[in-house]
Structures are given as structure tokens and as C-alpha cells.
């Protein structure tokens, strides 16, 4: 049972990825990203940077791996980077899909 002072909110506002620490916060900040990218979904497919969503995916891959080899685990970086990598996934498929459905249409003849 847990002792007077100790109480659950206690203990997550003082363990070491809690609000008080940049383990916190970071991944809080970096949920900007993900509803930045789901936004993106109402773009055209030609209008999204190839080498943004390229960079997105591979630094929210590699991040989220590292997340979890670190002291402290920081598992909500290691939930926003795997979101942030599936999010910028999706949108180069997205790409890829329209420039075959794009090379795949036949050319009109006036």
C-alpha cells in the first residue's frame, strides 16, 4: 500500500519521465509532427516533399529504437517517433502510388 505522500500522481510527477523532465515534454511536443502529417492527408500526393517524409520515417525509425536502449526507457518517445515514422511511411506510399497511377493512365490524343 502506498504511503501518505506517495500517492500515484506523486509518483509520476517525480519519476524520472515525468512533466518535470525533457523525457516528458519532448514527446508531448513531438505530437506536432504526427497531426502535422495526418494533415497533410488532404493534400495532393504530388504537392508532399519526398525528402521530408524520407528523413521523417528514418528519424522516427532510428529514434524509436533508441528510446527503448536508453536509461531511462522513455516509452512515450518511443510511441510519438513510431507514429511519426508511420505517418511519413504512409505519405511516401501515398507518392509512389500516384506516380504509378500516373505513369500507368494513357495519354489523351486531341
Not at 505530437?31 to 528519424?59: C, E, F, H, M, N
Amino acid at each position: 500500500m502506498a504511503s501518505a505522500g506517495t500517492s500515484g500522481f506523486n509518483r509520476f510527477l517525480n519519476s524520472p519521465v515525468g512533466p518535470k523532465t525533457i523525457h516528458f515534454w519532448a514527446p508531448a511536443m513531438k505530437w506536432g509532427l504526427v497531426i502535422a502529417g495526418l494533415g497533410d492527408l488532404a493534400r495532393p500526393a504530388d504537392q508532399i516533399s519526398v525528402k521530408q517524409q524520407l528523413s521523417l520515417a528514418a528519424t522516427g525509425l532510428i529514434w524509436t529504437r533508441w528510446s527503448t536502449i536508453i536509461t531511462p526507457k522513455n516509452y512515450s518517445l518511443a510511441t510519438v517517433n513510431f507514429f511519426v515514422g508511420c505517418t511519413a511511411a504512409y505519405q511516401l506510399a501515398r507518392v509512389a502510388l500516384s506516380k504509378d497511377t500516373k505513369a500507368e493512365e494513357p495519354e489523351k490524343s486531341e
